[in-house]
């Protein structure tokens, strides 16, 4: 279950790390579903399970007004992933309600780049039993840049597969062209906002 949940994070840290770029059409409902799982980091530890769960309704809320929301499944998979994440002992429910959040955001906007990222991600670090599949991670990353030839995130999911490979030339080329994720550190207000003074 942890290597699961492993393969999950791996593939909504993208989203968490803010390389997010160009996000699959969707309803305000979903953006601020997705603003709340990518924002979660800015909140104390205690409080980001109350957040991702919020998000999650969001999410939930923006798929019962247009089930064809590509952006609310993949803020969807975001929440519930970030959620597992936190989770002592993940429950395998929620493990495949965000397995397929993620494959009805890629079957509604199969070009997205950040979309193929997440699934080329999960594809890399997912059990072969879950439908994980290295070669298929690469095709799925591959595409994404394709698509989008700056998405830093695939560049360096994809360096690491060619890494591995010993494809070392090739994978430093790929980093090269991005710098590494940088967390944009809490402005005094906000950190006192969040300490509630």
């Given at each position: ?5 492993q ?10 790390a803010?390389?997010?770029r ?6 305000s409902?979903?953006?601020?579903s ?11 530890e ?14 939930e809320?923006a798929l019962a ?6 952006r609310?499944?993949?803020a ?5 992933g ?6 002592p002992?993940?429950?395998p429910?929620?493990v495949?309600r965000a397995l397929?959040?993620?494959?009805a955001?890629l079957?509604?906007a199969?070009?997205?780049p ?15 039993l879950l439908?994980?599949d ?6 799925w990353?591959?595409r ?5 030839p700056?998405q830093c995130?695939?560049r360096r999911?994809?360096?690491?597969v060619?890494?591995?490979r010993?494809a070392v ?13 940088v967390?944009?550190p809490?402005t005094d207000?906000?950190s006192?906002?969040?300490e509630?003074?």
């Open positions: 279950m942890r290597r699961i949940v393969g999950l994070v791996i593939a909504v840290t993208l989203t968490a803010g390389t997010v160009a996000l699959p059409p969707g309803s409902l979903a953006e601020e997705l603003r709340l799982c990518l924002t979660a980091d800015e909140r104390r205690e409080e980001r399970h109350e957040v991702f769960a919020r998000g999650r309704d969001l999410a809320a007004v247009d089930a064809k929301d590509a609310a499944h993949f969807l998979f975001c929440n519930l970030r959620r597992l994440q936190s989770s002992i993940p429950h429910v929620e495949m397929r959040a993620m494959d955001a079957a509604l199969p070009d997205d950040d979309v193929m990222t997440a699934k080329g991600a999960l594809m890399l670090n997912l059990p072969r439908g994980g290295p070669h298929d991670g690469e095709t990353l591959r994404a840049l394709a698509a989008d700056g995130a695939a999911y994809l360096a690491d060619l890494v591995q010993g030339d090739e994978a430093r080329a790929l980093r090269e062209a991005c710098p590494p994720p967390r944009a809490l207000a906000a006192r906002a969040r509630g003074s």
